[in-house]
């Protein structure tokens, strides 16, 4: 049974360009959370979803950022334009009602705005 | 401000001696505490998990100790291993809500010495 999968696994791109990170859940999963990790801060909670429906944004740093959940098994993090201070990884997780909790993170991916 | 912290950075035992982890929150309305392990180029992943009605949770070599009155928990490891190496996260969530909204530490990484 195939876990959380995240695209591309390591972005390196220039400070200005848009950037878009890809999750694919588990599969029967209804909620589906994006975060940041930095050395700072640890893991950081940017939004999460439900049933595809944006639930929290609270955590979404500034309008530069932005993330779709246009179906069940699909959601994107668009970072426009990109700075050098968003260089973290950033990982997806996914979680269904009843979990306790527990969420499954994919691998995440490595951005680095130069 | 983080709601929860750990505040050791890094930790070195030798192998078959004992890991303490620890881990302080300020909200007082968190009744449901998580640990996560990570590996480097892996995501987190669910280790051993207590509610708020417990003051003790054990899983094998893992036992999660909670303080409410001091907002303080504690993951033991006994013995330790050098497999344990990693990056270990602290998350907390409130209301019961078996969503899974978490909100994470900085993490400590733990090694483990042969």
């Known amino acids: 049974d195939a876990g959380v999968i995240q695209s591309p696994r390591h972005e390196v791109t220039e400070m200005g360009q848009e950037v878009t990170l890809r999750c694919k859940p588990i599969?029967?999963?209804?909620?589906l959370f994006w975060y940041r990790q930095t050395m700072m801060r640890g893991l950081e909670l940017l939004i999460y979803?439900?049933?595809?429906?944006?639930?929290?944004d609270s955590g979404m740093p500034e309008d530069r950022f932005s993330a779709k959940m246009p179906n069940a098994s699909f959601s994107t993090l668009k970072i426009q334009p990109s700075e050098p201070r968003d260089s973290a990884v950033y990982f997806c997780?996914?979680?269904?009602?009843?979990?306790?909790?527990?969420?499954?993170f994919g691998p995440g991916t490595r951005l680095t705005v130069l | 401000d983080q709601q929860v912290k750990q505040n050791s950075p890094s930790l070195s035992v030798q192998e078959g001696r004992i890991s303490i982890l620890n881990c302080d929150y300020t909200?007082?309305?968190?009744?449901?505490f998580l640990w996560y392990k990570k590996y480097p180029a892996e995501g987190p992943t669910f280790l051993i998990s207590?509610?708020?009605?417990?003051d003790k949770n054990e899983d094998g070599r893992f036992t999660v100790f909670l303080n409410k009155s001091a907002k303080h928990l504690s993951l033991h490891i006994v013995p330790s291993q050098p497999g344990d190496s990693a990056v270990y996260f602290c998350?907390?969530?409130?209301?019961?809500?078996?969503?899974?909204?978490?909100?994470f530490g900085q993490g400590t990484t733990l090694q483990v010495k042969p």
């Open positions: 599969s029967g999963h209804d909620y």
């Open positions: 998350a907390a969530s409130e209301g019961s809500s078996n969503t899974g909204k978490l909100i």
């Open positions: 979803f439900n049933n595809n429906v944006p639930i929290d």
């Open positions: 207590i509610s708020s009605i417990k």
């Open positions: 997780a996914s979680s269904y009602w009843g979990s306790y909790n527990e969420q499954f």
């Open positions: 909200n007082s309305m968190f009744d449901y």
